[in-house]
């Protein structure tokens, strides 16, 4: 049997998230008195009892909710080359074997170091291959929407970005806002601050990672499973959102 787990956070109006999306809903009554004159549909008969369709303008960047940062995120050129883009990302990398690495008890100052990687991988008896999708736990997404969930989560460094792209990893991913450390955190380090150092890697290393994950407390195990986190596409943007899922054979 084939059991399907939503890693995804929804778009919402509540909370108080630092960049808020603006949701404006029409429901079939609405809809109806806004359309049926333009479209012709006036007389009695046209359109069921109800109205017309229900419909939604959604305002928001691409990196609002879950979402996957294209290399075009990070820097126009990646290894010398123009950065993709997110309708460019293949998706052959969105589709994968996937584990999950859990550091949900660091503290948010904590950074995720590649010591604590080879530690994490050598506890869960996981050797990573090319194009596995490497997903990180640290609980961040218990926070959403309240306010301060941005700067929940330990996160990783320059270094161990690296290290992942080096054994082949295509596409990371982590249920907090950023893959890097909180925002407050870096801002607090001496000058030069590294700001977003682990996305800078993206200028060097090719690469694509997956932001503001949820439940992946509740994948059963740490390895043997898939991922598929196809971005919506959309033409020369920085980044796109996501529906991503855990497929588990059991």
Known sequence: MTRIIDLSLPVTTKGDLRFMPEVQSFNHKTYAEM???????DQEGDLPEWGFCAIEKVS??????????????????????????????PLEWCYADACVLDFHHFERSRPILIQDLKEALNTIKYRLKPRDIVLIRTDASKYYPQEGYENQGAGLTADSTRWLIDQGIKITGIDSWTWDQPFDVMLER????RFLEAHWVGAEMEYCHLESLANLDAIPRPFGFKVAAFPIKIEGASGGWVRAVAIIEE
């Open 60 to 89: 928001m960047t691409t990196h609002v909710a879950t979402h996957l940062d294209a290399p075009w995120h990070f820097a126009p050129q990646s290894e010398g080359k123009p950065a993709k883009t997110i309708d460019q990302v």
């Open 35 to 41: 359309r049926k004159k333009p479209l012709g549909l």
């Open 190 to 193: 001496p000058r030069p601050k």
